[in-house]
């Protein structure tokens, strides 16, 4: 490179994923607004969750109706390792993205081959064999009542500092740190070559695989990559609520995800499942308190949606047409 | 022995039924290759149709109308949503069925409450008849033969009518059927009616031994699914096949991990024989 590539302040400014980070940090300090924490902290677990999922839908164009099922493995292998073998934060917390990611990639090893309504189907019988796990496995997940009493250890170095993440506004903004690296490191990796195959895969497997692409491979790896962010975020979904149930792992919930992808424009932008995650978020929490049949609306609205604006809300405002994913 | 017997009737009674289930889904993912996540919501809507047209009108015609009007909602759903994404991506018929289901379902909450209702099966079947081995209840029996009468009864529509022989050839190549002058969408409109119509009468004849509740819909959609892959995605014997494997499988051990089995089989037939036991290569699976 010729030129110093020094980027100007400007420019890091407009940058999207700077926007993002910046109005995520400051939302605790909107009045009114910022008192819920709670909620906000569940919505940036969601846009980790959907720009993870993302990496599969939108970049190879594989619709996974079961990812829901990654989320709560990762969930309960968070509990599961909190109750039976060891209280603290860390370690439960690599063990439950690890299994998440390791079972993801077993599975993916079954679906690689697959594609288009195969595929689809395949991921929603697979989330529904592990929710019945979860479900009647009592003395490990505790059946239908799930795992209780999942604490927020404190984190920091001894004798040094020490954060209290049971409070709220630390686990806050302890989530939004991991978002924030998540979402660098998911943006790399869609940019990179290994990126640009996956776009290749979504366009035309075929031509891909005439190319000399191990398309198999890539896919696999495409799944397992989502897999690794449904169960980190899975894991970090837990320890907001202090406790694992079987819901999360019931394959409605998987539709969520897709929902939101599409709703914020994730097959057009690489941040609109960010968008499509909060707006789904804050809109279904406020629905939900004042009207008890809130679903005929968010079943219609999903409707509407994939009819008339299946390009999402980015799709909309920046004019784009829909990838081939949406052909 | 006899425990044994009367498990492994309750599985082909069971399994029958699924099949019936699985029956109009294959039909509607085979010809429109749309995964209809509405499905089980019109099993539930049969149930329910009966359930208020049974003491007003009795329990013959009162199947035959409520099987009719979830027939007619499955011809509206198709025209008013469905039609408009065939050509796209299957991610598209599988969200808006999706959306769909989620929304009816509410409205089964709104109309009919969110508590369950039961119905009693009529005189002239109720009571249990000696099989010489066992007794076994005479509504299972009934229902058993009304299933396997529909099957029949698909299967010679598929395959003795004109009709049947557009199904079948829309299902391999419909561009062709199109240009041969066949009216190609009216004919998907009347699958979906028809596969509309098997959910919901499968929904009246088991309303009488399940409880009749807004979520039974989504309890027979993944039976459905596992019942495809495992029997072969378009395949009129896949769907019979795995819906009895469904059935049995989960009828003779019963215990707490007796839901999991059909998933451990379909993940066995998947490693054994990718396009399900009956599946054909051409539809489909690419």
Known sequence: MDVAVRPRYREILVNPMFLITALFAVFPFVPYIGKFISMGTAVIIWCLFAMGFNILLGYTGLPSFGHG???????????????????????????????????????????????????????????????????????????????????????????????????????????????????????????????????AIRENEVRTQYVGYNTAAYKWASFTLSGLFASLAGCLHVLLQNAAFPEVLEWTKSGDVVMMTLLGGGLVNFYGSILGASIFIIFRDLLSSFWENWLLLYGSLFVLIILFVPTGILGILTQKKGRAVLK | MELFLSYLVNGIVNGLVYAVIALGFTLILGVMQVINFAHGILFAFGAYFFFSLNRYVGFWLALVISSFLVGVMGILIERLAIRRVYTKNPLFGLLLTFGIAMALEEMIRMVWGKPGHSVTAPDFISGVVDLGIMYYSKYRLFLAGLSALLIVLVWLFLEKT???????????????????????????????????????????????????????????????????VVGGIGSFWGSIIGGLIFGISTSLYPGRFTDIIPYFLMTLILLWRPRGLMGEKSILEV
């Open chain 1, 69 to 199: 099922a990654y989320f709560g493995i990762g969930a309960y292998a968070l509990g599961i390792t909190f109750k039976h073998l060891i209280h603290g934060l860390w370690i439960p917390l690599i063990l439950g993205v690890l299994v998440g990611t390791l079972i993801t990639a077993g599975v993916g090893l079954l679906l690689a081959k697959k594609r288009g309504i195969y595929f689809a189907l395949l991921t929603i019988a697979f989330s529904q064999m592990f929710y019945f796990i979860a479900f009647r496995w009592d003395e490990v997940t505790g059946g239908e009542t799930g795992l209780s009493g999942i604490d927020r250890m404190a984190i920091g170095i001894p004798g040094l500092f020490s954060i209290d993440l049971s409070v709220g506004i630390n686990y806050y903004y302890f989530v939004l740190v991991v978002f924030v690296v998540s979402m660098w490191v998911i943006w790399r990796i869609v940019h990179s070559p290994f990126g640009r195959v996956l776009q």
């Open chain 2, 162 to 228: 004109p009709h049947g022989a557009i199904i079948k050839a829309g299902a391999q190549d419909s561009e062709m059927v199109m240009a041969l002058g066949k009216n190609l969408p009216r004919v998907r409109t009347l699958v979906f009616g028809l596969g509309a119509a098997l959910a919901g009468v499968a929904g009246v004849i088991a309303a009488p031994i399940h409880s009749i509740r807004p979520v039974m819909g989504t309890y027979v959609l993944m039976p459905a699914f596992v019942i495809v």
